[in-house]
Every structure is written in structure tokens, then in C-alpha cells.
């Protein structure tokens, strides 16, 4: 049998057990599990040097080691993701509504776990941690298979949360790390209809395209991030400026950062050479379009790809829209309906642009790295949809679980 194989029996075995679990007894894991990861900062550390490592070795660029890097801070930051998780409600066990019929049936409408959640992600290892604590709080078990660049961070993270568990009423037996990432493991966790309830995918938009297209597990896309910002012609030009910055440079390796900038040629003379400067002073390469070009002469001019793509990286596409229009068109045609934002004091154009761009979290005067599960008060997320069924943004607790209709009745039956 498989590796594959062997862990995801194991995780449908506890699904069951795991789904009858009380809220006490999934918090004081979620509690325990913080602890570990706070007494046990060092080795997991240690794990990660080797993986940054490796990573140097191979040259990824810094906004990808960014995301690999795991110090005391981060760690503490998963723990408190973990007990934030404990003090959330539980979703499990809610009645979402409850009715009667005319022949007496009472029925109801509850809450329940989706059974196994399946996860493959890339060089991001804090995805283990929040992943394990929102399958716990919602009572799924899971299935974790890394990439290879942060193997050795996720193996020495899973162990610790392992122990964590021995000392709980949950088994060890509801995290399951895939250990081996190879190509060929993804393709058969891809083919588990009937073990795996759904799959997650999380990184870039190759690993996302080729889950969502060869999976026969169903599939929660959580999608790139190609993020716009557009000035109004209303807009505050200071806020814009301070907005446009610390939603492209204070983490650009994340989904949520800012990749396009899109100007109102009403106040494009004005802030376009002002925004650019600003940009460039932190670092960031601008790539514009002709009337950016002309305005500021030390840009590089931007091709068709640029106004579709998710850098990742310290670099920006920034054009000129002749109004609120052309950029929401612009937005809905290069978007990936992930986190768009307009920077405007006119209440009616932001209505606007709320109402007409197409995506999962729409802004008004907000940086786009708001879109985030712990920063919407979730506790962490398990990913962010960019698909319109079963859940759309951030996906929390409730996203985690599907629903059961539940029926009492007397000796009713149907004539």
C-alpha cells in the first residue's frame, strides 16, 4: 500500500470519531497544540534553517524565502492563531433553521463536518499549522502534503502537533503529512473520490490549474492573486499613496499584495510621477503603460502579460483609465477575482465600484492585504476562494463544514 494510500485510510478512519468530538475537547487540543509550538520554537527552526537553505541553493527569489522563513515571531504568531481558533465559536452542531410541516414533521438544518480535507500547498509552512486548527475546531480530519521546498519545516511542525494531541482526546491520527513530494503523490491524492471529501489547493497558479483540472476530488479553488488598486479622480492622493505602498511592499510574495495600479487620467499628471517615485524609492520596478511611459521616463513599458499577471515579487503594472469605467472593465477582463480596491472620497463612485467589480473582497479606501482570515476576525483560513460555490474570500470555520437536514417525526408516512 502506498503511502498515500495508508494516511488517507487512516484520516477517513478518524473522520467519524473526530466529527463527535465535543468543543472542549477540540479546544483544549487547539490549546495544547499552541503550547507545543511555543515550547518548541527551536527545533522547528532548526528544520526550517535547512529548508532556507535550500532554498538559497536553488536561487528562489526573496519574496518566496520570505515565505518559506519561519523565526520566534512567526511561531508565536501560528500559536496565537491556534487559541484565537479555540475562543471562536464552534460551527459544528448549529441549527441553521428548523420548521414544521403540516403532517407534523419537524425539520431541521444543522451543521457538520465535511469529513477529510485535503491540502496541497507550497513553500509555505505556516499553511500547516492553520490548516490542522481549522480541521480540528470544525472536526476534520486531514491530509497535508506540502512541496518540497519546506519539507522539512512541515515534518518537525506535524511531529510537535502530533505529540500535542497524545496528550488530548483527539489521536495523532487526524493529521496526516504526506511525506513524500513527488509530482506523482498529488496525482493520487487527485484520484481519492470517496476518501477525500474535498481538496484545497494553495500557491502558485500552476499547482491551483492543475488540481482544479485533474482532480476527481471535489475541489475548493482558492485562487492568484493579480490585486488592483485604481485612484479616482475623487481620491485623497496622500492616502493613496500610503495605501499603494503598504499594499505592494510590506509582503509581496502573498496573494493579497498588490500587483496592478490603475490611475484616473483626470489626476494622472499630478500622481502618476508622485506614485512612481514613491515606488521606486522602495524598491519596487514599475512596468506602465504608454501615458506612464511619457510621464515618468525611467519606467519599463508594459506588454499585454503584464496586466494579467500575479508577480509574487517587488514589481508593478501601473496604467492610465479614462474613468471608473474602463478600470472596473479593466479590472473584471485581468482580475482574478481575488482582492480589488478603489481609493476615492465620492461615496456614489465607491458604491459603484463595489457593486460592479467582480471579485471576493471589493475595498473602499483599504489596502488589498486586509483579505486575510485572521485579519477578518476568523481566527486563521484555510484558504482564500476565488470560486463562487460553497464559499467565496477568506475561508473560515463555517466554510469548513457542509450541512445535514435532520427530521423527527411520529409514524408520518407518505400517501
Known sequence: ????????????????????????????????????????KRAIIEANSIDLENALKKGLKDSLIDRLKLDEKRITSMAEGLKELKNLPDPVGEVVGMWKRPNGLAIGLKRVPLGVVGIIYEARPNVTVDAVGLCIKTGNSVILRGGSDAINSNKAIVDILKKALNDTDLSEDCIQLIEDTKRETAVELMKMNGIIDVLIPRGGAGLIQSVVQNSQVPVIQTGTGNCHIFVDEFADLGMACKIIINAKTQRPGVCNAQESLLVDKAVADEFVPEIVGKLQQSGVQVRGCQKVCALCSNVKQAVEEDWGREYLDMIISVKVVDGIEQAIGHINKYGTGHSEAIITDSYSRGQKFLEQVDA???????????????????????????????????????????????IYGDGQIRE
Not at 14 to 19: E, P, T
Not at 379 to 399: C, D, F, N, V, Y
Open 1 to 40: 500500500m502506498s503511502e498515500v494510500m495508508q494516511k488517507a485510510s487512516k484520516a477517513k478512519e478518524m473522520a467519524l470519531a473526530l466529527g463527535c468530538m465535543s468543543t472542549r475537547s477540540k479546544d483544549d487540543a487547539l490549546e495544547k497544540m499552541a503550547h507545543y509550538l511555543e515550547d518548541n
Open 360 to 406: 471576493a473582497a471589493v475595498y473602499i479606501n483599504a489596502s488589498t492585504r486586509f483579505t486575510d482570515g485572521f485579519e477578518f476576525g476568523f481566527g486563521a483560513e484555510i484558504g482564500i476562494s476565488t470560486q463562487k460555490l460553497h464559499a467565496r474570500g477568506p475561508m473560515g470555520l463555517k466554510e469548513l463544514t457542509t450541512t445535514k437536514y435532520i
